[in-house]
Every structure is written in C-alpha cells, then in structure tokens.
C-alpha cells in the first residue's frame, strides 16, 4: 500500500482513491464508502473498517451542506484528523461535487479524493468540466471519480428516485477522454431509501466492466440485497457508497431509547447502532459472505 505524505507532515494512513481501489482490485472485492456528516458517524465507519482490517473511504457530500446538515470547511478537518489517526486506510473523499468551484475548495482543504457529478448537464459540458477536475486534482496528488448516466437524486438520505442507465459506449468514451481514476455507473440503484426492492441490470454492467479500464463504482448502495452485492462485485464494483439504511439504524436505535433519555445517549446508542450496520455491509463487501 502506497501512503500519502503531504507538506504538512506525514499522513500515514490518509490515502487516495486510486490506493484504496488497488486493493479492492486485488482482492477482487470492494470498498465501503459511507457519507460521514458527523463525529458520531465517522466513528462508527473507522471503528468497523478497523475491526474488519481493511481500508474505507469516508465521504462528505455537497448536498449535505446545501441541506444545512454540515459545512465542508467545518467536516474536512476532522474527517482528516481521524483518518490520520486510524490503523487502517483510510480515503477522505468529496462525494457528489457539482460546481468546480466547490470541488476546488475541497482539494484546497486536503481531501484525497473528489466526485465530480455532471450527470444534470449537457454531455459535451460534463466530459470538459471532468477532464478540467482531473488536471486540478493532479496538481494536489488527489483522485478522481466521475459519472456518465445518473442515479437521480444525490445523497440527501429520501426516497430514492428513477436512474438514466449507463450506456457502455458512452462510459468507455468518457473513462478514456477525461482520465479519471474511477468511474460511477448506473445500473438499476438509486440514492435514498427504495420503495421496493431494486432490479440491477447485470448485463449492461457486465458489459461496461469489459470496456472499462478503470474501477468501478455502485451509488445507491444501502438497500441492495447482499447476493446482489456479490454479484455486482463479480462483474467489477470496487467500491460502494452507502449512507441512507446506516443512518437509518441510527435512528432506529435512537427512537427506541426511554424518554428521559439526554443527548449524549442519543449519539452513543445511535454510533453503536451504525457501527453494527457498517460491521455487517463490510463483511459482505470484503468477504462476499451472504448473511441474509
């Protein structure tokens, strides 16, 4: 594993995207990303990524701070204070970023990895405006993902909306043209949470696997079944991004508490509660077991 050393001393355990897919790639598995808008969250990722003994990818999504849930400037520092102080790999990643102008700013903040998503604009614009984020990412030694299709609405953790499928064609032309690092496909997932169960098109993604140099990734992660996970993992998912049902457990572990409960009882039965859910999502990501 090749580690990150910056200008502001060593970063041992602070890694790219294209390090922690590397592994992925030989261990024919994937990665777990996981938006982390809070202490309590991150938490929960590192403690179970750590117990599992492999890297992870912690993410912070524009649309989270569009939300008012967290601001970038306020998240990036301590997501790479605690992934400097993880035993493990650990990707600081900028999950869904669709005005450079933002993306720019994380760079500049030190995140080691950035989504550019251009999935809502022209194509032409979307092929100009990644290839422009893969050179300002080079600069900073960063990596980058990108999207052709679309999995509808961004990470704001609701119901999860109709995705434009991945044409293969136009994901082998868009890899090749921008040089991006890894490349977010659409396949039959969704952001948010499903209101029935999703129906993956396995051979639209087997096909793109085999046009494809780079790694590939799923959005739309929580709520796929694990034999789906597996199979999609088989045809060349490196990497999964989940936020939504490890939220969820959250809350459902939140809800249940007495009512005199105080606040810091609430982060810590909702940080056990996430911790269990990422422990069970990583063991079928790294493992291909299915626990069902």
């Known amino acids: 594993m090749k580690y990150i050393n910056t200008e502001k001393g060593d970063l041992e355990m602070l890694v790219t995207l294209k390090d922690v897919l590397r592994v992925a790639e030989a261990k024919k598995c994937a990665i777990g990303s996981f938006n982390t808008p809070n202490l309590a969250s991150m938490r929960a990722v590192i403690s179970a990524a750590e117990k599992q003994n492999m890297p992870v990818i912690i993410m912070h999504a524009q649309v989270h701070e569009e939300m008012g849930i ?3 400037d306020e998240i990036a ?8 102080r993880a035993s493990v790999p650990v990707c600081v990643h900028l999950d ?16 080691t990895s950035v989504m550019y998503d251009g999935s809502e604009i022209d194509k032409d614009m979307n092929y100009a405006n990644t290839a422009m984020v893969v050179e300002m990412a080079r600069r900073c030694g960063a990596s980058v993902e990108a999207e052709i ?7 704001g953790g609701g119901a999860g909306s109709e995705s434009i499928y991945t044409d293969p064609d136009d994901a ?22 499903y209101a029935k169960e999703p129906k993956l098109d396995f051979e639209r993604l087997e096909k793109i696997g085999k046009m494809v140099n780079i790694p590939l990734v799923m959005h739309g ?21 989940c936020y939504t049902y490890m939220a969820k457990a959250g809350g459902d572990a939140v809800s249940k508490l007495e009512n005199n409960m105080l606040y810091h009882d609430i982060e810590l039965e909702a940080t056990k509660a996430m911790f269990n859910d990422v422990c069970k999502t990583l063991n079928i990501f790294t493992n291909l077991k299915n626990d069902e």
């Open 70 to 72: 967290v601001k970038m």
């Open 77 to 84: 520092p301590i997501m790479l204070y605690m992934a400097d």
């Open 96 to 111: 869904h970023g669709t005005d450079i102008s933002y993306v720019k700013r994380g760079l500049d903040l030190g995140f």
């Open 149 to 155: 299709g679309s999995m509808g609405a961004r990470e």
């Open 172 to 193: 082998k032309k868009f890899a090749e043209t921008t040089g991006i690092d890894a490349l977010a496909c659409a396949f039959g997932t969704a952001h948010g949470i």
């Open 221 to 241: 992660g929580s709520g796929v079944s694990p034999s789906d996970y597996i199979k999609s993992i088989g045809f060349g998912i490196r990497k999964v991004n």
